[in-house]
């Protein structure tokens, strides 16, 4: 049996459903300009839940373009956590 477009009596996707889109999310975060592989997907229930640390905001930004475009209709928490990268505004002493 294909379970594919089936939908639950709530209107959303069956579980296996969302997993396949996880995955296909997971492949385009670590492919392409992107090549972002600090950052995770896990299905939590009927959400899903972004975890991680990417190098910029831009970065960041453009992986929740892409949750967008592949989990339409599916809740997503974000958790990404943006890593300081500038230089330092002063020297450092040593004593």
Same mark, same amino acid.
């Given at each position: 049996m294909?379970?594919?477009?089936e939908?639950?009596?709530s ?10 889109r ?9 492919a392409g300009? /992107?090549?972002? /592989?600090g950052?995770?997907a896990e299905?939590?229930?009927q959400?899903? /839940? /972004?975890?991680?640390?990417v ?6 930004d453009?992986i929740?373009r ?5 989990l ?19 020297a450092?002493e040593?004593t």
């Amino acid at each position: 049996m294909n379970s594919h477009g089936e939908q639950h009596a709530s209107g959303t996707p069956p579980a296996g459903g969302l997993e396949y889109r996880v995955a296909h999310l997971r492949d385009r975060l670590a492919a392409g300009d /992107l090549a972002e /592989l600090g950052a995770r997907a896990e299905v939590r229930g009927q959400a899903v /839940l /972004l975890t991680g640390t990417v190098p910029s905001a831009h970065c960041r930004d453009e992986i929740l373009r892409l949750a967008g475009e592949e989990l339409a209709g599916v809740e997503v928490h974000c958790d990404l956590v943006v890593a300081e990268a500038s230089s330092p505004d002063h020297a450092e002493e040593l004593t």
